[in-house]
């Protein structure tokens, strides 16, 4: 199912469409690199918990959809992805199995969801797409944000104990003005979540030295 709709050539113009018509007061990108960045995360911090496929393809079919909403501005974004997908769904005549749970995690992506696995799993890899691919023009003059554009990678490993995030960032970023940009709080916050979700404590890491905000 998720390939079918990863396809669609629908839901890909959507994409298209929000990447050629940008909300002029974005400062991180919504295009379909963004989308892919969230399914690639989902899937393989769900891979790494050894979910079962039905588990990981909802999540991704949620992952993939969380965005369409952006075709009509950042503002209530959520709830428009949650109204489009319900539409998209019953047009199509899809039938995951989980479309009510799949559905709730898009409209709930923002801030994630207790009782929703998907949607906590989806806070958490939206957050982290973060790094310097996805900052606009208007995102590299924010105070705070711009830092982000420092940061070239972002790894996740699950282990029996841990949710270990290590950012990896060149040594132009200014890390205090990072750190206390309020977008940064709300990436710990999605990242902390999900660890207590799964049952796992987070290890936060900047570079080589452990992260931890005050």
Not at 14 to 43: E, G, L
Not at 86 to 111: M, Q, V, W
């Amino acid at each position: 199912m998720f390939n079918t709709i990863s396809n669609d050539s629908y839901i890909l113009s959507i994409y298209q469409y929000i990447a050629d018509n940008p909300d002029d007061n974005c400062i991180a990108s919504h295009d379909i690199a963004h989308i892919k960045n969230v399914v690639h995360t989902i899937q393989s911090v769900l891979q790494q918990l050894d979910f079962d496929d039905k588990t990981i393809e909802n999540a991704k079919i949620a992952a993939f959809l969380h965005d369409i909403g952006m075709k009509h501005g950042k503002r209530d974004h959520a709830q428009k992805s949650y109204e489009m997908a319900r539409e998209y769904f019953t047009d199509n005549l899809i039938n995951t199995g989980a479309n009510e749970e799949i559905l709730e995690a898009i409209k709930y992506h923002s801030n994630g969801l207790e009782n929703n696995f998907i949607a906590s799993a989806l806070a958490f890899a939206d957050k982290l797409d973060i790094k310097y691919t996805r900052i606009t023009e208007l995102g590299k003059r924010e105070k705070g944000n711009r830092q982000y554009y420092y940061i070239y990678n972002i790894v996740v490993k699950v282990t029996s104990n841990n949710l270990k995030v290590m950012f990896l960032v060149d040594n132009k970023c200014n890390k205090q003005e990072l750190e206390e940009y309020y977008f940064t709080k709300k990436v710990f916050k999605a990242i902390t979540n999900f660890a207590k979700i799964i049952n796992r404590t987070p290890l936060i890491y900047f570079n080589d030295n452990e992260w931890i905000l005050e």
